[in-house]
């Protein structure tokens, strides 16, 4: 099971920090973990990956505005948004193999 939290309304230029629980069977330390977003009327894309060993990637859209981070210790993953566009405007959802959080909104307001 994922949980999303941390959504809301940002103005542009400004910062969300979205975070992940994870429990149930998922083995998380040894997971992957990933955020996608889904905006109205278009599919849902990748935005960041975090590894099992930390290793972190991210869309060219959010590639140094956006940091992933996970904490082990807490079954936590963390998406910190900074410099926020109104095309960040969209459901962000946490994801690792099967499994998808049930999405926390953002909307980025000029």
């Known amino acids: 099971h994922l949980e999303e939290a941390g959504g809301g309304l940002a103005q542009v230029g400004g910062s969300l920090r979205l975070s992940c629980l994870a429990s149930?069977?998922?083995?998380?330390?040894?997971?992957?973990m990933n955020w996608y977003r889904q905006a109205p009327g278009h599919a849902r894309e990748f935005v960041a990956e975090?590894?099992?060993?930390?290793?972190?990637n991210y869309d060219d859209s959010v590639k140094g505005r956006f940091t992933i981070s996970r904490d082990n210790a807490k079954n936590m993953v963390y998406l910190q948004m900074d410099s926020l566009k109104p095309d960040d405007s969209a459901v962000y959802y946490c994801?690792?193999?099967?499994?998808w959080g049930q999405g926390t909104r953002v909307t980025v307001s000029s």
């Open positions: 149930g069977t998922i083995y998380f330390i040894g997971s992957a």
């Open positions: 994801q690792t193999g099967a499994d």
């Open positions: 975090i590894t099992a060993l930390g290793v972190t």
